[in-house]
């Protein structure tokens, strides 16, 4: 069995709020034919405020392709390790102890990877096993913690170490005058958040894995790349595809899981934004107050992508279930995939 031990999360010092973000957009496009909307689809996002890695001045200011991963191999591996010896002590776990490294982070690039960055400064095993994985998105935190569990069960007793790191800001373009710009713009937050999965420690006991990749969406949320770096996209028929896929899940919730009788006891859901959320509460019939949490972590982060549903279990350990309550975990990232996990909650 494999159990999440309490993530730890790593916010980085400089922050930014909703109305520091709008104004310096309203001022940036001031002469965009829709800026009027625009400016309102941010502030529906429901963010308050969001961390950064860098100061607001630094992160508007045009950067080149290479200046931003410069600042992401420095900046990640500075949250991902600190995230990382966190969660290491949270779960009375030495260095030695660990058998598997996985990394999930969509927001850079380099080589070696994040991955070998942080177990450098760490001080892992040589022999550790690494995992990294860079491109599936805001379902990032829920398929790493999937591949955690699978490899518990190849490797009974082994000891795995999760790492995500997303430093969304690094993204940002001062040129691009999209909706979709508008929107990320306002959405997300850079963030680093880990845990320790493994046999023997109290917390969410992972069950059973699902996975679900909706045919002919690759373009609802992706990057276009060029010489400054990565552009953001996404659709607003994202809603659409959440609310399509919903049945699916529901239907193996309820013929191969005991978590969905009627419905979990516990929720930790990705955000993705206000509408997101109302998807997935309509289609699984969970009640809206079950999102609390996950509201708290969007309205306070931002949308932090991999890192959101480790903030999110963080916050349900501060006042833990009873021994056995059931929980659904579930992201959503780019394919439109879905990711969820089922588990229960034990003491020993």
């Known amino acids: 069995m494999s159990t999440v031990c309490r993530p730890v999360l790593r916010l980085p010092e400089h922050r930014a709020t909703l109305d520091d973000v709008v104004s310096h957009m309203g001022r940036q496009h001031a002469g965009h034919p829709r800026i009027g909307t625009a400016l309102q689809l941010m502030r529906n996002t429901s963010v308050r405020t969001r961390s950064l890695v860098d100061p607001f001045e630094e992160v508007t200011r045009r950067r080149s392709f290479g200046e931003r991963m410069r600042r992401y191999a420095e900046a990640g591996t500075d949250l991902g390790a600190g995230a990382a010896e966190g969660a290491l002590a949270a779960a009375e776990t030495s260095l030695?102890?660990?058998?598997?490294?996985?990394?999930?982070?969509?927001?850079?690039?380099?080589?070696?990877?994040?991955?070998?960055h942080i177990a450098n400064r760490l001080g892992l095993r040589r022999d550790v096993r690494?995992?990294?994985f860079g491109h599936v998105g805001c379902a990032g935190g829920a398929y790493?913690?999937?591949r955690a569990r699978e490899l518990a069960l190849a490797r009974p007793g082994s000891v795995t170490l999760v790492v995500a790191v997303e430093l969304c800001s690094l993204s940002y373009q001062p040129d691009d005058d999209t909706i979709a710009s508008f929107v990320s713009t306002a959405l997300f937050g850079d963030a680093a958040a880990a845990c320790v999965v493994r046999e023997d420690r109290p917390g969410l006991r992972l069950?059973?894995?699902?996975?679900?990749?909706?045919p002919g969406t690759l373009a609802h949320i992706s990057y276009d790349v060029d010489e400054l770096g990565f552009h953001f996209d996404t659709s607003?028929?994202?809603?659409?595809?959440?609310?399509?896929?919903?049945?699916?899940?529901?239907?193996?919730?309820?013929?191969?899981?005991?978590?969905?009788?009627?419905?979990?006891?516990?929720?930790?859901?990705?955000?993705?934004?206000?509408?997101?959320m109302y998807e997935v509460s309509k289609g699984l019939g969970i009640p809206p107050a079950m999102f609390e949490l996950s509201e708290n972590s969007l309205a306070r982060r931002g949308n932090t992508a991999a890192v959101v549903v480790l903030d999110v279990l963080e916050q349900t350990f501060?006042?833990?279930?009873?021994?056995?309550?059931?929980?659904?975990?579930?992201?959503?990232?780019p394919g439109v995939s879905t990711v969820a996990l089922v588990g229960t909650w034990t003491d020993s």
């Open 130 to 132: 690494r995992l990294a």
């Open 207 to 214: 069950d059973a894995s699902y996975e679900d990749m909706a």
């Open 96 to 116: 030695e102890e660990v058998d598997q490294l996985i990394l999930v982070s969509c927001t850079g690039y380099l080589l070696p990877g994040l991955d070998a």
């Open 236 to 276: 607003p028929r994202i809603s659409r595809v959440i609310a399509e896929s919903m049945p699916r899940l529901k239907r193996w919730l309820q013929e191969e899981t005991a978590a969905f009788a009627p419905q979990p006891d516990v929720l930790i859901s990705h955000t993705g934004g206000p509408r997101v």
């Open 144 to 146: 790493a913690l999937a």
């Open 318 to 333: 501060a006042e833990p279930p009873r021994d056995g309550a059931t929980a659904l975990l579930v992201a959503f990232g």
